[in-house]
Every structure is written in C-alpha cells, then in structure tokens.
C-alpha cells in the first residue's frame, strides 16, 4: 500500500503521536471537523486500518464456535461486533463483522491484521473455511450518517454493499449493558464502507473529509471502546461495557466463555471504564498511559491509565480512562502527564457494582445455628 491521498488535501496533517498512522489526523479545524461529521457532510479516511476476510460454507459456525458473539445466524448485510479473547477471557483482538451470504468481512484495528490472519490460519483445521488479508484491496472509509454517502463507489459483494454499520448504538440480543440511565451511543450512527483502494484518490477529491481525530473525539463522547487504544493485556469484555455490543452471554462454549460467564454472573471486573473531564486551563492534553491519580491518606496513588484523550468541539477536553473498580465515583482525581498534574472529574460509564447479577442465594454457613 503506498501513502494515502487523502495526505494531498489542503491542510492534511498527520500528528506524530497519533493512534492512526498513515492517515491525516486533521485538516486544520478538528473541532469543525466533528461537526460536519455529525451533520453528516464529511468522511474519514481509515485507509490504515485492516479488513480480513473469511469464507466458507463453514465460516459462520466456525467464528461463532471462537469468538464471543453469537454469529450462527448473521444475514447477508447483516452487521456484527465480536471479541477473540484467550483461554482467561483477555481481548486478544476485536472485530467488526459484516456478512454477505458468501463471506464474512473482518473489520480489525492495523495491529491486529497479520496476528489475527495467522490465528485464524491456525484454528481453521479441516473446515471449509479460507481466510484472507483483503487490506490491500480494500479501504475503509467511516462516517456518522443513516445512509451512505452520495457517489462513494461503495464495493459490493454478491449484490451486498460493503458497508459495516457499529452495533454500539443499542445493547444487542444476548448482550448486557452495565451503564446507568441515558447512554450517548443512541446517537453513535458510525459506519464504515469499503471502497476499492485504487478508487481511494477519486473519493479524496469528491467528499468532504475529517481527520481521525474529529472521528476519535465523537468516539470517546459516545463511549464507545476501541481495541487499539482501551485494550492491554489485562482486559476483559467488562471493564470496557463490551458486553453491550459484542458478547452474547448464554450462546454456548468458546474460548474465555467461563470468565466471561464468572465475572458477569458472580463477581466484579476488577477495573472500570470511565470518561474524565479534564481541566484545560494550561492547554496540556494527556498521552495515552498518562497515570490517573487518586488521593489516599494524603498521598497521590496511581489508580489507572488515559486511554484515549481528546479535545471534543462542546466538553473541551476529555478522556476514557481504565481505573481500579474500588474507586469512588466522587474521588478527587488528578492526571499525571510528564509531571504536570490535571485535575479530573469522573463521569462513570461501568459502575463499581457491575456483575454479580446472578440472583444467588446466600448458604448458611457449615455449622452455624438457624435463628427462629
């Protein structure tokens, strides 16, 4: 793949420390950006970002059996989100899918294109499945919109455009949200269609385009988790609200089900996602893996990381962060970013009591008398 573009537009700027390489972060206005991704007149170049591809007669059942959304029974144009984890219930990779009656499009994040193409080689065994790295012929383009762009030359595939519509907006069958009251993904209308790469100079020229920061801003007002930038080692579907999109809690066996079952039913995940906002009075925005801090005893302790921060065109700066779940939702925190402290004000998003739903009823202890 040779550079994008979308870089020969004017203003086209790529910022060194940006989650997505290899695509402009902004045009010059981020914050008009955004808006005029809301409204509906502008896209995203997600050129960078991967698509595998998995057919089959075989492909359904076979992602269904490894993967944490129930997929047996995904339409042709049907859109999809899943979670490969491992063995302890770890994300090990994330995917949006969409089928079209012959194949199954993977919609991952650049990190996971040759590790999740070579797993999949791996796990195929004799099914009658073939995987394929499709980035090389195929773009993504993301906008915030109820229908696709005018003229974007949308691919399509056995007469199904090619177009993945995030399943964010609403807790899907199966699914379980752990956020309280009014959820800002209602509004999260994102899409991603893929258009031929070697169509990808003409659609620069004929749309409108925002940078992926004006996508990443509205991304992190919804809520709306991101492999690449909330996921570490550490993660599991729960402290991320993930369950909401992507996992379906009574489908059957698949790898990292019993944590998932565990956790959801009789414990608590052991850290929460919440949206910060930050104090911008000096102008400091944090980088991805800046410490949040918390007060106890009268000392700063480190309580958790900015996953993604960003400067949103109406809450000024703001930030997903991960945080231990023993957190109070009033806790004073502030953001460590290179030695400069920013306070913090948390807005929950997973609450300290998210899991432990099962209604289990509580065993006399061995030995103990029963009270008349």
Request: proline share 8%.
């Amino acid at each position: 793949m040779t550079g994008s573009p979308f870089f020969l537009l004017d203003g086209a700027v790529q910022l060194p420390d940006a989650v997505d390489m290899g695509v402009p972060s902004h045009y010059g206005s981020p914050n008009i950006e955004q808006r005029h991704l809301l409204a509906g007149s502008a896209i995203v170049d997600l050129s960078n970002r991967g698509v595998l591809s998995v057919s089959g007669p075989d492909r359904l059942t076979w992602l269904n059996s490894i993967t944490s959304a129930e997929l047996r029974f995904l339409q042709p144009g049907e859109s999809s989100e899943t979670l490969f984890l491992d063995p302890q219930g770890h994300i090990e990779h994330a995917a949006g899918l969409l089928d079209d009656g012959e194949t199954t499009w993977l919609f991952v994040d650049p990190v996971s294109v040759e590790p999740l193409d070579a797993w999949l080689n791996r796990m195929k065994f004799m099914l009658r499945v073939e995987i394929a790295d499709r980035t090389p012929e195929f773009a993504r383009i993301g906008f915030l919109a109820e229908t696709v762009p005018a003229g974007l030359p949308v691919a399509s595939a056995s007469n199904i455009p090619l177009v993945w519509s995030d399943p964010w907006r609403s807790v899907v069958a199966g699914g379980h949200q752990y956020a309280d009251g009014e959820h800002p993904g209602a509004s999260w209308n994102w899409q991603e269609a893929l258009v031929p790469r070697d169509q990808l100079a003409a659609v620069s020229t004929t749309h409108q385009a925002a940078g992926s920061l004006a996508a990443e801003a509205l991304r992190v007002a919804a809520w709306r988790p991101r492999f690449a930038t909330e996921v570490d080692e550490k993660t599991i579907p729960h402290e991320l609200d993930w369950l909401r999109s992507a996992v379906h809690l009574s489908k059957g066996c698949y790898r990292g089900q019993e944590t998932v079952a565990k956790v959801h039913n009789l414990g608590h995940p052991p850290r929460r996602l919440v949206m910060l906002h930050l104090d911008g009075s000096d102008s400091v925005l944090p980088a991805s893996g800046a410490p949040v801090r918390a007060e106890r005893a009268g000392e700063p302790v480190e309580v958790g990381r900015i996953t993604t921060a960003v400067i949103h065109h109406e809450l000024g700066p703001i930030a997903l962060a991960v945080i231990k779940r023993s957190i109070a939702a009033d806790a004073t925190l502030t953001v460590d970013e290179d030695g400069q402290l920013i306070a913090a004000s948390q807005q929950v998003i997973v609450p300290a009591d998210a899991g432990a739903v099962a209604d289990v009823p509580r065993l006399p202890r061995l030995g103990a008398v029963r009270r008349p």
